[in-house]
């Protein structure tokens, strides 16, 4: 019984906002399919790459991400060194 009557209340409340909002609602409606016709045309300006470009500029952020990683990991373990000497010399002297 109680599910019932707050189905029918629900209902009755988005009725309401569709009868008191409905001016607004195809106003947002119409400029929502402006808006998509709109990108439709856009993305038909959009000039694709072709598979090997694609394949090229992975390969080269591949490679990219490689010697990053590598510089990154040699510079972590110069300065892991360097900050061992560093402790081991304050250690030792107090």
């Known amino acids: 019984m109680i599910s019932r009557l707050?189905?029918?209340?629900?209902?009755?409340?988005?009725i309401w906002l569709i009868v008191r909002?409905?001016?607004?609602?195809?106003?947002?409606?119409?400029?929502?399919?402006?808006?998509?016709?709109?990108?439709?045309?856009e993305i038909q300006?959009?000039?694709w790459p072709s598979k090997q470009e694609v394949y090229g500029a992975t390969f080269v952020?591949?490679?990219?991400?490689?010697?990053?990683?590598?510089?990154i990991g040699i510079e972590d373990r110069l300065l892991s060194a360097i900050l061992d000497q560093i402790l081991r010399l304050t250690t030792k002297s107090g």
């Open 6 to 14: 707050l189905l029918l209340v629900i209902l009755a409340g988005a």
């Open 21 to 41: 909002y409905r001016e607004t609602l195809k106003r947002w409606y119409e400029k929502a399919v402006i808006f998509l016709k709109e990108v439709r045309v």
């Open 45 to 47: 300006k959009v000039v």
């Open 61 to 71: 952020v591949l490679i990219a991400v490689v010697i990053l990683t590598l510089a």
